[in-house]
């Protein structure tokens, strides 16, 4: 952390205070380090006109990182002294919504073993309401508080720890440590302790703040106060002094407010409302750490503390890779040669209640680049804003809820940005604040843009109690109605990212997958399949040996994708156009395991290189007849909008697949209550007639149909047997790790990559005609499979594969029995005639084929089937 003060570095010529004392005749008395520390504004509240704005709180006031959390650590490190070793031992933090969240877990960080809890505004459905109380002053006032763990307050998971769980210490030996920006009247602690003590009665209460500002009558109260309850209450404040307010301030207050206001608007152009919706916000995947909360609205312990500090490094560095240290900002003066072209000025920006992450991440970068990196936060808190120096509240930027507020819709306010010259702004939100208002031609992305080169957003899993008791176990006050515990699942693991799983680079796709990588899976090709046909086995217990192509077929698949590249990077550019024009600028992609990854990937590729956007994309698995990976669905739910998730698989054959996804998902959102998922999928190739989004419906080679693993990251199929695969696991895969050397999946997404700017314009008028176009599924495909099947003799269309990528699969996978090809097809089945000849399969050639070709594995299939060489032999 950075030794530098607040003084050293913003030293301020005018004082931030002087406009409203000159107009109001507001005094602020203390010592000169009390002006450094606060500024004055005015606001529309009927309860106090002015407001104490601090330079080193991060909230209004974008301030040094390392400012804002020195400032706490240091004030817990103060009560760490007041308390001794063994106070701090069986201390409790408690910061205030929605200002002091950030400052009171640096508090609680400076004393080191403490668990921290903030009150919140935002009731959590199933959470139960360990108390609650009223803040007088503020412009919102009611605190709820929800940890997950009940004894939390008490005192008796503290003392419980200290004591290796025996409970030796008396509860009201716990110490409880309020934490608030400012004092001004002491209102808002005295209401705390008093419901808090009635439940919960202990010794002594220390109140930490920035600056106590409380008049001599106020102290004096809160001392009266601490006699009755009989409790100690110790104070620990930065700075001290008071308000002196004159007769009447509040309500020339609320005129000079009201007359700035009517003078602004008028100075303003006439405004039309918002403006076309903004292009997709590029976003950081933070890789936040799994388990540890977002913040104190439940509880964060020092063992979150540890694990949260261990990944600070790396999603820090996720952030310095997304910006872009090339451009600079509407109000920076250039000077390249001085700084060598890196962005001079970066904001993080936290949102409303959710302070220390944003605030972590903040003194990470500032620790990790050359470049002036500020922290504030947005807030619900209505201030009027004045261009001048000698004001604290300069600019603002006006923007609705984006949180679906308890209390309903309403506008939120950063402060001190526009104008600013900022380089970039990152905004940081929790997931249950990354909704369609935070995206809107109105929303904060949108408010942010022009007042910045670069706008990132990155999202930090909203924390839900998985094992918080049933709210009936707490009783809460009598007009507070109970919230029905809603049971959530255990916490799932985080997307397994190469290159520890994968030789995908880690942003190109996370893996809701179990690694199975020491398990041995793998069966012969002719086993698997009597196992499968029999009845005996599933296609997923099991893995087919990995297919090792020979120097030839490697050759015919360089010369394949060399040939298709083009056409490949426009189906992708075709497909990744018409999913943002129809499902929204910042979808969700989820790749089908493992045939529909590298789309995904290309997808993601496409939407970066044309539109600077970086899409989230996961990969989950999907089988056929045991539907979708339910766990993994839960993981999207809790980390994203449901209705931003795009489906994304390679190619169509019959439709199996479509059809096992809409099931599945019907299924899912029946037993598992979550709904919003969209059941379409969106694919490369439907030559089946079989989805509505897609980038071409010609059944041609896909180059990476003629691997297997080699060409997908190196992971193989995904698994699901019972035993090893709990009801809470996600499906498994295996990477394939000594198989490096014959990797060309980095190869094949490179290559098509480069032909990206070669057919934009095809691309465009592509999209321009699917968009027009009536895309409504034919299911031509099905119906000639159901043909196929009978005219055959198969009579089961799970053994019919139509397609040349469902040709290869049943070559390079499956016992196969004949190839129908359709007559004349030329360079697309080079590789499905070569590997024919190699299993000894013959290829006929038909007439009428809606497909390029057809793949029939053996429908009589034993081990007989094959002869002494294992290649197959026709039915008669």
């Not at 040669?337 to 972590?360: K, N, S």
């Not at 040709?807 to 004349?824: D, E, Q, S, Y």
């Amino acid at each position: 952390m950075s030794g530098r003060t607040a003084e050293e570095r913003d030293a301020n010529v005018v004082w931030s205070g002087s406009w409203v004392g000159e107009r109001l005749g507001v005094e602020l008395v203390g010592d000169g380090e009390l002006r450094e520390l606060l500024g004055l504004a005015l606001r529309r509240n009927p309860k106090r006109a002015h407001l104490l704005v601090s330079h080193v709180l991060g909230k209004h006031v974008p301030q040094y990182p390392s400012v804002v959390y020195g400032a706490g650590f240091e004030l817990g490190r103060r009560v760490r002294e007041l308390l001794g070793e063994a106070g701090t031992r069986r201390a409790v933090v408690l910061g205030y919504a929605e200002t002091a969240t950030g400052l009171g877990h640096a508090v609680a960080d400076g004393l080191g073993a403490a668990p921290y809890l903030h009150s919140t505004r935002r009731p959590v459905a199933g959470v139960a309401r360990a108390g609650g109380f009223e803040e007088s002053h503020s412009h919102a006032t009611s605190h709820l508080l929800l940890p997950e763990d009940p004894d939390l307050l008490a005192g008796d998971a503290v003392g419980a720890a200290e004591t290796g769980g025996a409970g030796e210490a008396h509860a009201s030996d716990a110490v409880l440590v309020l934490v608030d920006d400012e004092f001004s009247t002491g209102n808002t602690v005295l209401n705390t302790i008093r419901d808090l003590h009635e439940r919960h009665p202990r010794n002594r209460y220390v109140i930490v703040a920035l600056v106590d500002m409380r008049s001599p009558a106020d102290r004096g109260r809160l001392a009266g106060f601490a006699a009755e309850i009989g409790a100690r209450i110790d104070l620990v404040a930065r700075n001290s002094g008071t308000v002196r307010l004159p007769d009447g301030v509040l309500e020339k207050g609320q005129a000079l407010v009201t007359a700035e206001e009517a003078a602004q608007t008028a100075a303003q152009p006439t405004t039309v409302g918002p403006g076309p919706h903004p292009p997709p916000c590029p976003r950081v995947e933070l890789g936040w750490p799994v388990g540890v909360p977002d913040g104190g609205r439940h509880g964060f312990t020092p063992a979150h503390r540890a694990r949260l500090e261990a990944a600070l490094p790396a999603m820090a560095d996720r952030i310095v890779a997304a910006l872009d240290f090339g451009a600079q900002g509407e109000d920076t003066a250039r000077d390249d040669r001085a700084l060598d072209d890196r962005a001079r000025r970066v904001l993080v920006l936290g949102f409303e209640e959710l302070m220390y992450a944003p605030l972590r991440l903040a003194t990470a970068l500032e620790d990790r680049i050359g470049a002036e990196v500020r922290y504030s936060t947005t807030t619900r808190s209505p201030v009027l804003a004045v261009d001048d120096p000698g004001y604290a509240i300069r600019t603002r930027l006006v923007f609705p809820a984006h949180d679906d507020p308890a209390d309903g819709p309403g506008d939120r306010y950063a402060y001190n940005i526009a104008g600013a010259g900022f380089d970039a702004v990152v905004a940081v939100v929790d997931s249950t604040a990354d909704t369609p208002e935070l995206h809107a031609p109105d929303g904060l992305l949108a408010r942010l843009a022009p007042h910045t080169h670069q706008v990132l957003l990155a999202v930090v899993p909203s924390y839900i109690p998985p094992d918080a008791p049933p709210a009936a176990a707490i009783q809460p006050e009598a007009s507070v109605a109970a919230p029905e515990r809603q049971e959530e699942p255990r916490m799932l693991p985080e997307p397994l990212r190469g290159p520890a799983f994968s030789s995908y680079a880690p942003d190109e796709v996370g893996w809701l997958l179990q690694d199975l990588s020491d398990t041995e899976l793998e069966a012969p090709t002719e086993e698997r399949e009597e196992a499968i046909q029999s009845g005996g086995a599933h296609y997923a217990e099991s893995l087919p040996v990995e297919y090792q192509p020979s120097e030839q077929y490697q050759d015919l698949f360089k010369a394949a994708l060399d040939l298709s590249a083009a056409r490949i990077a426009r189906a992708v550019g075709a497909v990744t156009e018409t999913v943002l024009a129809e499902r929204g600028p910042r979808p969700v992609l989820v790749s089908l395991a493992r045939a529909g990854t590298p789309v995904g990937v290309l997808m993601r590729r496409w939407a970066r290189h044309r539109h600077g956007v970086d899409l989230p994309h996961y990969a989950v698995s999907i089988v056929r007849g045991r539907g979708i990976d339910a766990n993994a669905l839960r993981w999207l739910a809790a980390h994203h909008n449901p209705a931003d998730v795009v489906f994304v698989d390679g190619w169509t054959g019959k439709g199996a697949i479509t059809r096992e996804l809409a099931a599945a998902i019907a299924e899912f959102e029946d037993s598992d209550g979550t709904e919003g998922f969209n059941p379409e999928i969106a694919v490369l190739a439907d030559p089946g007639g079989c989805v509505r989004t897609y980038g071409t419906r010609e059944d041609f080679l896909i180059p990476s149909a003629c691997l297997n693993s080699t060409v997908s990251g190196l992971i193989s199929r995904t698994v699901l047997r019972a035993d090893l695969v709990g009801p809470q696991d996600f499906h498994g895969a295996k990477f394939y790790r000594e198989l490096a050397g014959s990797d060309v999946s980095g190869h094949f997404l490179d290559t098509v990559t480069e032909r990206f700017g070669a057919v934009a314009d095809a691309v465009d008028a592509d999209v321009k005609e699917l968009l027009a176009a009536d895309r409504a599924p034919t299911w031509e495909g099905w119906a000639a499979v159901e043909r196929i099947s009978e005219e055959y003799g198969i009579h089961d269309v799970n053994l019919v594969k139509p397609g040349v990528g469902e040709t290869t699969r049943v070559l390079l996978r499956r016992v196969p029995w004949k190839i129908l090809a359709k007559r004349g097809a030329g360079a697309d089945l080079e590789h499905i005639r070569l590997l024919a000849q190699q299993r000894g399969v013959p290829v006929e050639e038909v007439d009428g084929l809606p497909y390029t070709c057809v793949g029939l594995i053996h429908p009589k299939y034993t081990r007989g089937a094959t002869g002494a060489d294992g290649k197959a032999v026709e039915s008669k």
